[in-house]
């Protein structure tokens, strides 16, 4: 199939036309590398061997989707295009509903109006909110985000389930991914944060490397193994398979729309992952403890039992693989993404 992939620059969306690449079918990207780099494109073609197409393109711009979908014979398209920090989201949450909601309505119009009816969304964990309990299973009800960016996957979520019931024919898998980490065993491409990085994985690797003094480790006084918080951390190449699988599964699906958790079902403490990376790169992680920050959760990880019985999936790579993967797109490219390549 060809597939356009919107984000297909970014962290999850890289991976995936390398994944796509592998399973026969034909990457197109779309991105406006508002949170990406064109130098990423080097990098595929370096990967998978041949040239990805890209087109610069605003999402939110009806018309140039519009010219996209013209310019181009799409088959499916894999939705990751989207603003994604939590934090920005409660100081921005205009620019997080605008961006978000509203791209992804023009990309369903140019799909309806193309005849393109195939579509996976990245949606997020974060749509199961507080209300739930690990593991975390699709059929919780209701699903409410404690921020705007979460809060527009909860949304969009609904709007495409609407959309599909609406127009026949189309087939839409939510994707609601766990914690991402990791990178294409090749090195050359990873997680390249603009700015002092949120999450964790990409905060110890630039802490190992030296671009960051310490750590500070979310409190530690929460109800788990060792007091800090623990999560579901996906290997994003096992991720970017799940996407495949999904998109694979799309044209059998009985239903119209369907979730599935993209996790492993397995819980690591922030203590844990840091000595995983410690041991996996070599380097001290040095972090000092800081108060609880607000919003997050003691716990979260997924019931991935759906996808693999319906999707054939399921992640393989394991936590010292997610490590020493990060350590090897982190130690050669310092710099991230800007990082200069041996020829
Ligand atoms: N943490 C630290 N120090 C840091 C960063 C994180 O201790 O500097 C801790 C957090 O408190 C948490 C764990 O590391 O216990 C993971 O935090 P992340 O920020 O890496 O990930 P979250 O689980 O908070 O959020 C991620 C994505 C969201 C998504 C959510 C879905 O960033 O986009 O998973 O569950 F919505």
């Given at each position: 199939?060809?597939v356009?992939?919107t984000?297909?620059?970014g962290?999850?969306?890289?991976?995936?036309?390398?994944?796509?690449?592998?399973?026969?079918h034909?990457?197109?990207?779309?991105?406006?590398?508002?949170?990406?780099s064109?130098?990423?494109?080097?990098r595929?073609?370096?990967?998978?061997?041949?040239?990805?197409?890209?087109?610069?393109?605003?999402?939110?711009?009806?018309?140039a989707t519009?010219?996209?979908f013209?310019?181009?014979?799409?088959?499916?398209?894999?939705?990751?295009?989207g603003?994604?920090a939590?934090?920005?989201?409660?100081s921005?949450?205009?620019?997080?509903?605008?961006?978000?909601?509203?791209?992804?309505l023009?990309v369903?119009?140019?799909?309806?109006?193309n005849g393109?009816r195939r579509?996976?969304?990245?949606?997020?964990?974060?749509?199961?909110g507080?209300?739930?309990?690990?593991?975390?299973g699709?059929?919780?009800?209701?699903l409410?985000?404690?921020?705007?960016?979460?809060?527009?996957?909860v949304?969009?979520?609904?709007?495409?389930?609407?959309i599909?019931?609406?127009?026949?024919?189309?087939?839409?898998?939510?994707?609601?991914?766990?914690?991402?980490?990791?990178?294409?065993?090749?090195?050359?491409?990873?997680?390249?944060?603009?700015?002092?990085?949120n999450?964790?994985?990409p905060?110890?690797a630039?802490?190992?490397?030296?671009?960051?003094?310490?750590?500070?480790?979310?409190?530690?006084?929460?109800?788990?193994?060792?007091?800090?918080?623990?999560?579901?951390?996906i290997?994003?190449v096992?991720?970017?398979?799940?996407?495949?699988a999904?998109?694979?599964h799309?044209?059998s699906?009985?239903?119209?729309?369907?979730?599935?958790?993209l996790?492993?079902?397995?819980?690591?403490?922030?203590?844990?992952?840091?000595?995983?990376?410690e041991?996996?790169?070599?380097?001290?992680?040095?972090?000092?403890?800081?108060?609880?920050?607000?919003?997050?959760?003691?716990v979260?990880y997924?019931?991935?039992?759906?996808?693999?019985t319906?999707?054939?999936?399921?992640?393989?790579?394991?936590?010292?693989?997610?490590?020493?993967?990060t350590?090897?797109?982190?130690s050669?490219?310092?710099?991230?993404?800007?990082?200069r390549?041996?020829?």
């Amino acid at each position: 199939m060809r597939v356009l992939v919107t984000g297909g620059a970014g962290y999850v969306g890289s991976h995936t036309v390398v994944a796509l690449a592998e399973a026969g079918h034909t990457a197109v990207i779309a991105d406006n590398f508002s949170n990406s780099s064109p130098a990423v494109l080097d990098r595929l073609e370096r990967i998978s061997g041949v040239s990805v197409e890209c087109h610069e393109v605003e999402l939110t711009d009806a018309e140039a989707t519009e010219r996209l979908f013209h310019a181009e014979p799409i088959d499916a398209v894999i939705h990751c295009a989207g603003l994604k920090a939590v934090g920005e989201s409660v100081s921005a949450p205009r620019e997080y509903y605008r961006n978000n909601l509203v791209s992804t309505l023009t990309v369903a119009d140019a799909m309806e109006k193309n005849g393109v009816r195939r579509l996976v969304f990245s949606s997020s964990a974060t749509v199961y909110g507080a209300a739930h309990s690990s593991p975390l299973g699709e059929d919780s009800w209701p699903l409410e985000s404690s921020n705007p960016y979460g809060q527009t996957k909860v949304i969009i979520e609904r709007m495409l389930s609407d959309i599909a019931a609406a127009n026949p024919g189309w087939k839409v898998a939510l994707l609601r991914y766990f914690n991402p980490v990791g990178a294409h065993a090749s090195g050359l491409i990873g997680e390249d944060p603009r700015g002092v990085p949120n999450n964790l994985m990409p905060f110890v690797a630039q802490v190992a490397v030296g671009r960051r003094d310490r750590l500070t480790v979310h409190g530690d006084d929460y109800d788990t193994v060792d007091g800090t918080g623990e999560r579901d951390y996906i290997h994003v190449v096992d991720l970017a398979a799940g996407h495949v699988a999904a998109l694979d599964h799309l044209d059998s699906m009985t239903a119209d729309v369907r979730a599935f958790n993209l996790g492993t079902g397995a819980s690591t403490s922030v203590l844990q992952l840091l000595r995983a990376f410690e041991r996996a790169s070599g380097r001290t992680v040095p972090y000092v403890v800081g108060p609880r920050r607000e919003g997050d959760l003691a716990v979260a990880y997924a019931d991935p039992s759906r996808a693999r019985t319906e999707l054939g999936w399921m992640a393989a790579r394991s936590l010292e693989e997610m490590c020493a993967d990060t350590w090897r797109w982190q130690s050669a490219n310092p710099s991230g993404m800007s990082s200069r390549l041996d020829s």
